[in-house]
């Protein structure tokens, strides 16, 4: 959750406090500066993952937060646009590291369904509340206690994380590596037709987010006459809806675990649906629905299939977690890296109405496919040697760990 906030609160509080040194190149600033930390995680996830999957969750985790708490602390300090850059950039390294093994070390720890649906909705759940109410909570702190305060406070709940961490999973307490089973190579988790289409779904569902936050502030001072209040609180209203998608999906899967495509299906349309509504709205208040819309398709999507990654490792590969969900934060930063970029030149060119009827069709167009999921809880585990030599005992890294332990 904090490292999810921090992005959101740096997005808010950024354009305010340091405009780009030329006003022609404004906005194409602020967008590359905003992608960039997209764009560098996109980059490193492929090694971030591989290097989880050898060396375990907890050190990648700690390592993760080291970078992201030095880079919002260099925030609060910089002056100039090159520092800006080069500290939104190591974010990406820091969250490369942090998010995946962040997931993963849940995915492992609760190796058993509804339990690790449950545990995945939490962590969804906080991701959700730092990017959508940061934007508010830092242009609050800024407006009222300076630029240097919220990026403080950030760096704060980052330094807390890894001390937490520390206290309750150290990453020397799990053991000799040498035991950890050997995890299925990132390439080949890629070509894994159920992965690819899990992560296609996960890309296409965060886009309209992605592409909407940079775009629609603008759209609502011109075609609403919005305020700035209203505009930086356009975003605040949808964390309810997405919390209770999370807690509808957790339940369901509970419920009706083969219906986890379903599940993801129904919120690639709503996503669909809620899009196309957007540009017909004429008031700040008929903004909040398609939006809230929009974050609860989101929210369906995301806690049906997420849960549905870890078990398609479980039955098909290795049950270790760190590639896999490499691949997942890959699919998240291919639509943040385009949205800052390419979402403010669709609109120049072709117009707001458009991108949102175009991101809609998407959606709607990809629901279908999930339908190639559909008997994917039929599965049974893959009897490699390796799971046959793992099948006696627990399934996940830090069980496996835990019970070589025991035997030395």
């Known amino acids: 959750g904090g490292n999810e906030s921090g992005g959101g609160a740096n997005r808010s509080i950024l354009p305010a406090r340091y405009p780009p040194a030329t006003g022609g190149n404004e906005d194409v600033q602020i967008g590359v500066l905003f992608a960039s930390k997209a764009i560098l995680q996109l980059l490193v996830n492929p090694l971030s993952g591989t290097l989880i999957d050898r060396v ?81 909570f830092g242009g609050i702190l800024y407006e009222f206690a300076g630029r240097r305060v919220p990026f403080l406070v950030l760096a704060c709940v980052c330094l807390l994380d890894g ?50 936050e940079p775009t629609i502030a603008n ?9 700035e209040w209203e505009v930086g609180l356009t975003w605040l209203p949808a964390f309810f809806p997405h919390v209770l998608g999370v807690y509808v999906t957790v339940r369901l899967a509970a419920a009706y675990p083969h219906l986890q495509w379903f599940y993801g299906a129904l919120g690639m349309a709503i996503i669909g649906a809620s899009s196309c509504l957007v540009p017909a709205c004429r008031n700040f208040g008929q903004v909040i629905v398609p939006l809230c819309g929009i974050c ?9 299939l997420l849960p549905t990654l870890a078990f398609l490792v479980d039955v098909r590969h290795v049950s270790v977690y760190g590639s896999v969900y490499a691949i997942a ?69 830090y069980d496996t760990i835990k019970m070589e332990e025991r035997k030395g």
């Not at 759209?219 to 305020?227: D, Q, T, V, Y």
């Not at 609860?296 to 049906?304: N, R, S």
């Not at 072709?350 to 991101?359: E, T």
């Open 219 to 227: 759209w609502m001072k011109e075609s609403m006459g919005a305020s």
């Open 329 to 397: 934060d890959i699919s998240y930063c291919v639509a943040y890296a385009l949205g800052p970029i390419v979402a403010g030149q669709i609109v120049h060119t072709m117009g707001f109405a458009q991108l949102n009827l175009g991101m809609g069709l998407a959606n709607v167009l990809y629901a279908p496919v999930l339908l190639f999921l559909k008997n994917v809880c039929q599965m049974k585990p893959s009897h490699s040697e390796r799971n046959i030599l793992l099948e006696e005992g627990p399934k996940g890294l």
């Open 296 to 304: 609860f398709g989101i929210a369906l999507v995301d806690t049906a």
């Open 56 to 136: 375990g969750y907890e050190a990648p985790l700690l390592a993760g937060l080291a970078v992201m708490f030095l880079c919002t602390a260099t925030f609060a300090f910089a002056e100039s646009y090159a520092t800006l850059f080069v500290a939104r950039s190591l974010q990406g390294l820091g969250s490369a590291f942090a998010d995946t093994a962040g997931i993963a070390l849940i995915a492992d720890r609760y190796a058993e369904e509804p339990a690790r649906s449950r545990a995945l909705g939490i962590a969804l759940a906080c991701i959700s509340f730092g990017s959508l109410a940061a934007p508010p």
């Open 163 to 212: 001390l937490l961490l520390l206290a309750l999973a150290p990453p020397w307490a799990t053991g000799a590596r040498a035991n950890m089973p050997v995890g299925t190579p990132i390439h080949r988790l890629m070509i894994d037709p159920y992965i690819a289409v899990v992560a296609g779904a996960l890309a296409t569902c965060n886009i309209p987010l992605a592409f909407l």
